[in-house]
């Protein structure tokens, strides 16, 4: 249950590589209206994700293989930190909206979409929905309502970043569940996406799980840690600009 949640929220860092990283550059409009992204086949992210329970580490890599006009699909590998580049042929394939909005992992279908991001985005904007899925032992549902709260200066591993923060509040409940217990909580998470690689960089996810067992609780920080445009490797260590 807690890896399908992890790879919900998902949500680069752009340096200058030679050729094609500079065509691809985007000017941050700090306090304007940021539209969606450029996304391409080929690109990679790496993330850090921390167990903020148990303190334990892992990470999460997502490769796009293709985009569509409304589409865009993923490769996704979840591994040591260490892990080399993605095999040929691993992972879970995941379909997302243009929003990058989840539409499905694996075999897991959201209705009608997990409503993470909406463009064009810009401080004060709010936006809320209502998605549910079966998650193994019932169908989930969460209720969310997001808000950009404005401007911050991020710093991750993959470098810093002006980012739009972005909070996202809701309840979580489920039904049919097969556990004695069905889940009843809350969540209250906070995303930073960084219009200058068109990614989000860093997120605090945290869910409730009101019942005595407590199987919905969930507490990670998600931190950027690579980005290939295109597959073209480069150092994470180089600072944004």
Same mark, same amino acid.
């Given at each position: 249950?807690?890896?399908?949640?992890?790879?919900?929220?998902?949500?680069?860092?752009?340096?200058?590589?030679?050729?094609?990283?500079?065509?691809?550059?985007?000017?941050? @409009?700090?306090?304007?209206?940021?539209?969606?992204?450029?996304?391409?086949v080929?690109?990679?992210?790496?993330?850090?994700? #921390?167990?903020?329970?148990?303190?334990?580490?892992?990470?999460?890599?997502?490769?796009?293989?293709?985009?569509?006009? @409304?589409?865009?699909?993923?490769?996704?590998?979840?591994?040591?930190?260490?892990?080399?580049?993605?095999? +040929?042929?691993?992972?879970?394939?995941g379909?997302?909206?243009?929003?990058?909005?989840?539409?499905?992992?694996?075999?897991?279908?959201?209705?009608?979409?997990?409503?993470?991001?909406?463009?064009?985005?810009?401080?004060?904007?709010?936006?809320?929905? #209502?998605?549910?899925w079966?998650?193994?032992?019932?169908?989930?549902?969460?209720?969310?309502?997001?808000?950009?709260?404005?401007?911050?200066?991020?710093?991750?591993? +993959?470098?810093?970043?002006?980012?739009?923060?972005i #909070?996202?509040?809701?309840?979580?409940?489920? #039904?049919?569940?097969?556990?004695?217990?069905?889940?009843?909580?809350?969540i209250?998470?906070?995303?930073?996406?960084?219009?200058?690689?068109?990614?989000?960089?860093?997120?605090?996810?945290?869910?409730?799980?009101?019942t005595?067992?407590?199987?919905?609780?969930?507490?990670?920080?998600?931190?950027?840690?690579?980005?290939?445009? @295109?597959?073209?490797?480069?150092?994470?260590?180089r600072?944004?600009?």
């Amino acid at each position: 249950m807690h890896c399908l949640l992890r790879l919900l929220f998902f949500w680069l860092l752009l340096t200058p590589v030679p050729g094609l990283a500079e065509q691809r550059a985007v000017a941050t @409009n700090v306090g304007g209206s940021i539209g969606r992204p450029d996304i391409r086949v080929g690109d990679q992210w790496k993330y850090r994700v #921390t167990d903020k329970f148990t303190r334990l580490t892992h990470s999460v890599s997502v490769e796009v293989m293709s985009v569509t006009e @409304n589409r865009i699909q993923t490769r996704n590998l979840e591994s040591a930190l260490d892990a080399a580049s993605l095999p +040929a042929a691993a992972g879970v394939i995941g379909v997302w909206d243009r929003d990058w909005n989840p539409l499905s992992h694996g075999t897991i279908e959201y209705k009608p979409f997990y409503p993470v991001l909406q463009f064009p985005l810009e401080p004060g904007k709010q936006w809320s929905g #209502t998605v549910q899925w079966y998650g193994g032992s019932g169908t989930l549902r969460h209720q969310l309502t997001a808000q950009v709260a404005g401007w911050e200066r991020v710093t991750v591993p +993959a470098g810093s970043f002006d980012a739009l923060r972005i #909070t996202v509040r809701g309840n979580i409940s489920e #039904t049919g569940s097969i556990n004695y217990y069905s889940q009843s909580g809350s969540i209250a998470n906070v995303t930073w996406y960084a219009p200058a690689i068109g990614q989000i960089v860093k997120k605090e996810v945290d869910h409730s799980d009101n019942t005595p067992i407590g199987l919905g609780r969930l507490s990670e920080r998600w931190e950027l840690v690579e980005y290939k445009p @295109n597959g073209a490797s480069f150092g994470k260590s180089r600072p944004a600009r």
